[in-house]
């Protein structure tokens, strides 16, 4: 039995009939289904059946939690930082806290630090240091993954945006600067905000059993 | 004073006076340099240079480590398991390796349980298990990070080798395979066995941290 | 005369009058038509046309298969495997089995048995070696059709799936991924179900043809 | 016990002490051993293994399959057809058939048929219909294996070769030019000559059993 | 004063009214207009403004052809093959149509002879080689213009056509293959009818010229 | 029989013996041998070939021409103006002029009159307008065809020339100018002085025959 | 305190809401806000925001400029040319005339001397040299900053617009025709019509301090 | 007569023989040669010809510049500032810097201010504010020069340099992350040191004039 691996119902690329059903059976054998990337469509689909059989559901841009009234809730000794360097950034890094708080990890979210106003960003480099991990979207250049590292020792992965506009505009210029990045850093495919949630609370859970079992 | 950042000289690209110049002020600052992608050439000055001043230099492919006799060398509570696909994905391990080393992490290298003969990828799962922090590294289609992502809740960090031919050969299939991988991964660069250790270093960093500080 | 050829109407880029005129003359020359890539509009003018003239219409998806009361349906002595990764692979896999079933070959399709969760793929390993060649579509990193090709010696003909995002996610990961695979793959082009079908069909004639002629 | 898989050494981006290595393991094993795209001073040294083992060794460009004597050679009811444009596509044809005539079956050779001379290709229609598979190698535009696939019904693997220069010279014209064919093909990657004659083995061996079993 | 360079108005990307502006004043200079590319919506403004000023108007899919009364045709003493290989290339041919017309080139129009059924190609060889100049526009692999150069002298212009799906199916698979032809042509971008079609209006001026001078 | 189409060997992957063969060949049935991308070994051997037998050779760069004494050299009534950006441009005009002046046609050849300094350019207005067709060489930005075929009537064919360095320097910004032409251009491969040599022929074939045809 | 950097508020991927806001928050700081590439919804949520609150709004194209009654029009003494090659390339520089116009430059606005039409372009070569800075934008193969450049000693700041079709049409021809110009120029991303604003602004600004300054 | 701009000879892709004539015309035409990108061997031909002619002789890595005795240095009263990463980036700074010196500015060179460590790069913003303009090259994810542009109001020229390995190590990612940058920066092609020099210059020069001619 594996417990605490994220796992989620990408939406995207699946007609309504399929994620509800798809939904429905997650809910009936873990209690609990996570739904990435819905249309508003999906979404009403899968409200409808929330109300039907009495779960919860909550919503956080595309991102859908439900839950059966049975389900126990996970709890980390662990924090994520989660930072983003605009207003654009905000729903992929959305995507993944609904991943890190599903799996019980604190969460820790700094938002609007890009590298444009290199001020806002030194203004936070204490609360980078507190977190166990911290996830870092950014569109554009994608400077600001390399930039914290470079100020911090923890471990941070970047999630690439596909924010811009022109050459290297669907994230790609994005994702090519934090594999070159010339400061420590791993990295997960554009927009794929649930990879990095995922596994960032893979690493907290880590940290946490760590912590739990002490010296 | 940031303690435990891995950092490293990367010869490539660098004439063999620079290289050196480079490795005598970490020695001479931090009583070790860590010397990536060095050529026969610069290592050979690397050995000359170690002779005499009496530091001690361990060569690992093209990696090199020099330590002076005052270097406290780190240790730390936790284990990162270094995984190869095939033969010609040794080197890029073996950077990992030296890094993961000199940061004080205990090390479990399984090489060539490439997803070609699945069993014997399978007979590993528990090795893989009991890692803090997996690295794994696979050329050609790059399926072994996501294979055993699949089997273990342990966090992955993919690595793509340039060992291929043809239409992807150069890496790039490898890592656009982990990039798009159906499991949980996070990825580095093409080749770049240095920052997947680095990164690994990190998180078990603050693992063993964790450990220690106990519940 | 040649018999067996698989042949089919891509509908994509083409009127609907286009389409149903090329469609009649199919059915007048050789008492059927299989039209591939049809949209919604295009299958409502080929219905008519079914009605109007008596021909029967079968639908999958957006593949339509239509025949005279006079075609003789074929029918060969082997039987094609078709194998999913996940619920998106399904339309392209669909397309594969029209073409097949057209052919007169025996299908054997499994679903959803993508490598993230590998027990099920390894469950099935009995069936895909039964089969005399089998299609295996899968988008993501599109490793299944690697996998399985490691595991059996039925030949495997690999169709790379669009259905990721980010960097590769318009199935060239998928492409690259098999285009490298360290097992031994076939490919076609991404979402080819319908060349991957025809090739499959032409292999079971060959062995169909080989069986009858006996020793 | 998995009889008929093509496997291989793959020598290029190994060490010539490698090669040789894996090379007296499947000897030990097997009493075969294939290596492809082995350098000249590879090949030297495999040839020294060779003359102090007394095993057979036999070279056909940079291919090379050594046997023990006790090695039984298999044989297979089936014919494969190689068909080159070119005299630049001979080394990758090579290889395919290498290991072919090493599955046991018989080969049909074809050369220099390319489509800038139609009437040489039409001339060999005939032939290419007797055999049960054919393997089809060109570089430059590629146009080859679609011309041919659209002259018989044989099922035909399309090998892309790296033989131009210019845009899409490295052989991604040939290999996009395949994977776009108006006729039915499957493809392997650019200058995977091993993979086309692997994949050939494989249909030919069912074919064989095909005819072995009879009706 | 250049007489005989072929103009035309692109209109995609330009507003309705700078289509319309573009058009009255080509028309007022030069008593003709030839509009490209244009939207449905583009084409009811240009009908709206013919009518009202008593100028013809010819339309051919999405190319517009405005003579006011005054104009006079020029005809040439040659002739412009254009060669389509399917359905889809219809309307990219009817661009270069439209343009060599309205220079007063001869046209011999040739529709679906693509290379997956070869005998039709072979058939017209006789016409290929009547024109002075050939066009040919070919999607997916984009064979047809190799294999046409291979067959006659007339000097060949090769059109890639945007007509395929997957890898390379907006036409640089085509294009690639056209200018990696085994034979020789020259070639024009992706869907560019109007580029091909003046061009060989270009030519078709330069021969008819020949001719009228003579010895 | 087909006369005056050009025919010529490509050395580049071919060995030294293979080469010479094939020039033997070429000669003993048309007396005449065009070699093209030979390196200076190839070269060496053609000559010592050329000695024993008699025949001339003419060396122009990498590209080489053999004629028997029997060699009756055509001569046509059409001139082929050949256009140079710069010095690196050179030696593909060279491959291009080889294959004209081997057609029997007229050269005019022009250097250095890239767009960096327009005057000259400019200055040559005239003799771009007399010949019958342009071949125009240009690497970098590759500008000049666009900029010449704005201000002349002749027919324009461009060679993008991989003379650059950075994004694009292999030729790709050259070649993708050339087919976004503002002007009307047709466009051979990079590097293709050979394709656009025996296109130009082709022209200057049809021309000489129109002109001798007459009214 | 920065003054003169100019800040722009970009639209594009934002909420009408969070537009709304950004630039109410300027206004507040600033009594000034730049909004580019903003869609119809949101300049109409500008419109009443602006009517609520007595702030002027002037739209060119998808740029807004708001203003308080406070606000203090910067002047500076130089001046900014804008040039297009054509009509698609008006709304791009339209972006970077608002840029220029807000900091205060004068500007000289020069459209549609496209290299097609030469004598244009020459025609205008005073009013070139007379400014301080040269915006040129141009799509297709984005000849013009090329050509510009080559005839004056102004600086030339080369914007790509992403006006083609077919390869290299999204912009990605011009930008690389630009890289590798071989006149001198810098450049920004395509339809970067902001940043070639702003960038001349910064060189306007430090221009006019020096001629303010004196010697 | 065109004063002030920077012209070079790029020695890459030309004979020794070449280089050599072309410097001698410049040195007679302007008593001036600036040559870039010059081989061992080059160079050393170049030092034959200065000592034979008595002209002095510069060397900057592989950039050269020669002057006649009659030779009249410009002055400019205008500062270019030159920043680098890293050491590897120093060869494309000289470049930039041989470009600068040559046209008479005053250069203010700051090396090895990358933003892995971030310290070194604040500590040096009061001299980027005190240059007129900014050349900042950087390899790798190219992070340095839009972290400058947002720290002051100082134009800001970008170099990528191919300094990394892997998906984007040529150079791209540094060139995308430039042109994607949330900085204003303009930018020049990978290694362009002396493109990104020459508008240095010629703005420099812009601004010495505006300094001359004052108020
Ligand atoms: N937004 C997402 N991005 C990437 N992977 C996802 C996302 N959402 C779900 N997944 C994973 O994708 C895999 C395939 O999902 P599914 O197609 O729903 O079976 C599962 O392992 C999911 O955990
Ligand atoms: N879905 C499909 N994918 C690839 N090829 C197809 C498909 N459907 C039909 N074809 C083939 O594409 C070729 C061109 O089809 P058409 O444009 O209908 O003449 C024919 O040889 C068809 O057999
Ligand atoms: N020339 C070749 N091209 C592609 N695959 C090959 C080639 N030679 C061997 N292989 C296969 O590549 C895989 C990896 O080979 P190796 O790296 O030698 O373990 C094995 O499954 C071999 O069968
Ligand atoms: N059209 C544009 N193109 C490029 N950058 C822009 C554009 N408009 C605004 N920006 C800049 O993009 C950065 C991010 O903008 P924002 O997302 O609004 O915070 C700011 O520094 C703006 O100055
Ligand atoms: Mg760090
Ligand atoms: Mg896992
Ligand atoms: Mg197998
Ligand atoms: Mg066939
Ligand atoms: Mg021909
Ligand atoms: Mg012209
Ligand atoms: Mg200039
Ligand atoms: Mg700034």
Redesign the interface.
Same mark, same amino acid.
């Given at each position: 039995q *594996? *417990?605490?691996?994220?796992e989620a119902i990408l939406a995207?690329?699946?007609s309504v009939a399929?994620v509800v059903e798809?939904a429905a059976t997650a809910l009936e054998t873990t209690d609990r289904a996570l739904i990435t990337?819905a249309s508003d469509e999906q979404i009403d689909a899968l409200e409808s059946h929330s109300e039907s059989t009495a779960t919860t559901l909550e919503r956080r841009g595309t991102t859908v939690l439900m839950q059966t009234p049975d389900y126990e809730q996970l709890s980390l000794? !662990?924090t994520v930082g989660i930072v983003t !360097?605009?207003? @654009?950034d905000g729903p992929v890094a959305d995507e993944a806290e609904a991943v890190c708080a599903d799996a019980g990890a604190t969460i820790d979210r700094v938002d609007d630090v890009?590298?444009?106003?290199?001020d806002r960003t030194l203004d936070q480099v204490e609360r980078f240091r507190e977190a %166990?991990?911290l996830i870092v979207a950014a569109g *554009?250049?994608?400077?600001l993954p390399?930039?914290i590292a470079?100020?911090v %020792?923890?471990?941070v992965?970047g999630v690439?945006v =596909?924010?811009?506009?022109?050459?290297?505009?669907d994230?790609?210029?994005?994702?090519?600067?934090?594999?070159? =990045?010339?400061?420590?850093?791993? @990295?997960?495919?554009? %927009? !794929?905000g649930f @990879?990095?949630g995922?596994?960032a609370a893979?690493?907290a859970?880590?940290?946490?059993n !760590? *912590?739990? %079992?002490?010296?």
């Open positions: *594996r *417990r605490g691996i994220p995207e690329g699946k399929q798809l990337r000794e !662990a !360097a605009g207003t @654009v890009g590298v444009a106003a290199l %166990d991990v *554009r250049e994608g400077a390399t930039v470079g100020l %020792d923890t471990p992965i690439p =596909s924010s811009g506009y022109g050459y290297g505009g994230g790609e210029a994005a994702l090519a600067g934090m594999l070159q =990045s010339c400061t420590v850093l791993s @990295v997960v495919n554009i %927009d !794929a @990879v990095a995922a596994q893979l690493l859970r880590t940290v946490s !760590a *912590r739990s %079992d002490g010296p």
